[in-house]
């Protein structure tokens, strides 16, 4: 799977979007990329994930470039209870035993009153 | 809906003691994860279940880890000996099938002293 690279931390004011960017250069054409966040002391939690197209949810939204080599995830009115650790991961679709998300560092987004 | 359970949420022992964890999928996932979680570092898988069978256990120390997923349902998670490196938070995750999101559990935190 393509690696991806993060800023280890951000800050955001309550209130305002926040921009979360992931690079993964070496994406191939079958990789999806996801986002996963994790609040302190909290098992990781699905965000949205996306192929080609923009994608959007409940929760956020996901800006994919044309050449698909970064993306951005976006919480469009972040609150305090988005202050977590979020995760980009790239990861193949097809399946068999080697079928899996491999978590990096993520970035850590604190959001501030 | 309840969400993935796991017990216990903290565990203190002493190395070279055994310790057990445990996790109840959320109901009708067929797929069922452990992951192994260090300070400041994204999870890492151990083993994912597909119902009842092991299909990715090539990360788990089989030398002192061993895990096992009776009826498909929930699942055991056991160290024997302890080791102070396996300090850590374990996490369970489940999901319809391997190609869905991911639900994870709160984690177990493992102090070894």
């Known amino acids: 799977d393509a690696k991806t690279t993060q800023p280890p931390s951000m800050d955001c004011a309550e209130g305002r979007a926040a921009n979360l960017p992931c690079n993964h250069s070496t994406i191939s054409g079958n990789e999806y990329v996801y986002w996963y966040r994790q609040i302190h002391s909290q098992g990781p939690q699905y965000i949205i994930h996306?192929?080609?197209n923009n994608e959007t949810n409940e929760m956020a939204s996901l800006i994919i470039t044309e050449d698909r080599k970064s993306s951005t995830l976006i919480l469009p009115h972040a609150t305090l209870r988005d202050t977590a650790v979020y995760y980009c991961?790239?990861?193949?679709?097809?399946?068999?035993?080697?079928?899996?998300?491999?978590f990096g560092k993520g970035t850590l987004l604190t959001v501030n009153p | 809906e309840a969400g993935v359970v796991q017990s216990p949420r903290y565990k203190i022992i002493e190395k070279k003691q055994p310790v057990a964890f445990w996790c109840n999928p959320i109901?009708?996932?067929?797929?069922l994860y452990w992951y192994l979680q260090n300070l400041g570092q994204g999870p890492e898988l151990l083993i994912r279940?597909?119902?009842?069978?092991?299909?990715?256990d090539s990360q788990l120390p089989k030398d002192r880890f061993s895990a096992e997923r009776l009826k498909g349902v929930d699942s055991t998670l056991k160290i024997q000996p302890a080791e102070l490196g396996d300090s850590a938070v374990y996490l369970c995750a489940s999901s319809l099938d391997y190609r869905d999101e991911q639900f994870f559990g709160p984690g177990t935190r493992l102090t070894v002293l």
């Open positions: 109901s009708g996932h067929n797929t």
């Open positions: 991961i790239v990861h193949t679709g097809s399946g068999g035993s080697n079928y899996k998300l491999t």
């Open positions: 996306g192929l080609k």
């Open positions: 279940y597909e119902n009842e069978e092991a299909v990715d």
